[in-house]
């Protein structure tokens, strides 16, 4: 069963706090992706990974930062968070093409 | 390059009645097709994939046959459930670049 984990499921923060979302997967896949989910459910991906200390920019521009330092965890930080960050994260991993998501985090800035 | 085109939901239907949720493709090289379907606050599950021309994928009742000649990859269900409700993305894939559609929110009522 695939298995990739996000944390935290929900988080609340005030303006200007530096916030890092977690991202693991466990089944061992090179390429991992972020995505932003907007409330009209479009998918913007926002970063992605094709293995270790390989990251590179998405399609949509993000103010966000992750590292890739182990296969399994591809964490995301947001140095300096405000109201228009607020959004559903989630993250993914893939094998031939296939996509695998975590259940994804619901941020909210005030 | 690559795009893809959903049609706009919501798509509203009573219980069993069939299903037609319309996506068109444009791709360079030899995309691999998919459907994800999201359901209320989880991520994306891959639903069914096909990776060649007229290859039929299938799950849950649901159906999707892969098009070249029209570059349609449409999902269809014999009888919707109210437990079909959801979101529903179709992906694209060529040469390494995965191109998410819109999504099409479907809701079923008994």
């Known amino acids: 069963e695939a298995d990739i984990y996000q944390t935290p499921r929900y988080l609340v923060i005030g303006t200007g706090k530096k916030i890092t979302l977690e991202c693991s997967q466990t089944?061992?896949?090179?390429?991992m992706y972020w995505y932003q989910q907007d409330p009209g459910m479009e998918l913007h991906l926002i970063h992605y990974?094709?293995?270790?200390?390989?990251?590179e920019k998405g399609d949509l521009s993000s103010e966000s930062t992750v590292s890739r330092i182990r296969t399994e965890h591809f964490p995301l930080t947001l140095e300096s968070a405000r109201p228009s960050h607020t959004s559903q994260y989630l993250c993914?991993?893939?094998?031939?093409?296939?996509?695998?998501f975590g259940p994804g985090t619901r941020l909210t800035v005030l | 390059g690559n795009s893809v085109t959903q049609m706009e939901g919501p798509v509203t239907l009573s219980e069993e009645a069939f299903l037609t949720i319309n996506c068109t493709y444009t791709?360079?090289?030899?995309?691999?097709l998919f459907w994800y379907v999201q359901y209320p606050g989880e991520g994306l599950q891959l639903l069914l994939k096909?990776?060649?021309?007229?290859d039929k994928g299938s799950n849950k009742g649901f159906e999707a046959t892969y098009r070249k000649e029209t570059t349609s990859f449409h999902l269809e269900k014999g009888s919707v459930q109210v437990s079909d409700s959801a979101v529903y993305f179709c992906?694209?894939?060529?040469?390494?670049?995965?191109?998410f559609g819109t999504g099409t929110r479907l809701l079923v009522s008994p």
């Open positions: 993914a991993s893939s094998v031939y093409n296939e996509q695998f």
């Open positions: 089944m061992g896949h090179d390429k």
């Open positions: 990974s094709y293995g270790v200390n390989s990251t």
């Open positions: 791709a360079t090289g030899y995309p691999s």
């Open positions: 096909a990776t060649k021309a007229d």
């Open positions: 992906m694209n894939t060529g040469f390494q670049k995965l191109v």
